[in-house]
T-cell receptor
Framework: EAGVAQSPRYKIIEKRQSVAFWCNPI?????LYWYQQILGQGPKLLIQ????????DSQLPKDRFSAERLKGVDSTLKIQPAKLEDSAVYLC????????????FGSGTQLSVL | GNSVTQMEGPVTLSEEAFLTINCTYT??????LFWYVQYPGEGLQLLLK?????DKGSNKGFEATYRKETTSFHLEKGSVQVSDSAVYFC????????FGDGTTLTVKP
């Protein structure tokens, strides 16, 4: 089966610019996650969707980050405006259902903010 | 809130050495526990899991036992190979997944 698809693979922007990341989960997976992984740290959950509804966005910096999952399939994460500290790998993951133990990860988008 | 604490790295071993990477957790309720692995240049992938106390997860020669009394889920392998060089993440799922900071393992020939 096809895995979790993410694009772009790499992105370099200047601070105060905007950027968007795209994710297409595994077909049939109801739950979609966006994680931020700063170098040397573990993934930190930004937002969790169940179908097209938000389950948890408690750690999403809502003044600059936004995410949507229209139609309950693919998702977009946006940062506007970007700050230097946003430099990280942004990981998308999906699972069959919310309480499903196993997460399937995409390869991530490496963002560098200069 | 929930948290996962992993043994700090990096860890460097010779081929065929015994591996232990410690992991302890704090969580309400009864979480499922996981080890994920990230090989160089690749995405995170599940290595093994355990869903209840005293369960043992195993895969590719790696093992970990869910110890509720010590809130631990230590990863072990009896004889590591160069191909095991990777970053290992301990994680729990109690409705949402929480990850440790990862332990980098380097195995030298």
């Amino acid at each position: 089966e096809a895995g979790v698809a993410q694009s772009p693979r790499y992105k370099i922007i200047e601070k105060r610019q905007s950027v968007a990341f795209w994710c297409n989960p595994i077909s049939g997976h109801a739950t979609l996650y966006w994680y931020q992984q700063i170098l040397g740290q573990g993934p930190k959950l930004l937002i969790q969707f169940q179908n097209n509804g938000v389950v948890d966005d408690s750690q999403l910096p809502k003044d600059r980050f936004s995410a949507e999952r229209l139609k309950g399939v693919d998702s977009t994460l946006k940062i506007q405006p970007a700050k230097l500290e946003d430099s990280a790998v942004y990981l998308c993951a999906s699972s069959f259902r919310r309480e499903s133990e196993k997460l399937f990860f995409g390869s991530g988008t490496q963002l560098s903010v200069l | 809130g929930n948290s996962v604490t992993q043994m700090e790295g990096p860890v460097t071993l010779s081929e065929e050495a015994f591996l232990t990477i410690n992991c302890t957790y704090t969580a309400t309720g009864y979480p499922s526990l996981f080890w994920y692995v990230q090989y160089p240049g690749e995405g995170l992938q599940l290595l093994l899991k355990a869903t209840k106390a005293d369960d043992k997860g195993s895969n590719k020669g790696f093992e970990a036992t869910y110890r509720k009394e010590t809130t631990s889920f230590h990863l072990e392998k009896g004889s590591v190979q160069v191909s095991d060089s990777a970053v290992y993440f301990c994680a729990l799922n109690a409705g949402k997944s929480t990850f440790g900071d990862g332990t980098t393992l380097t195995v030298k020939p």
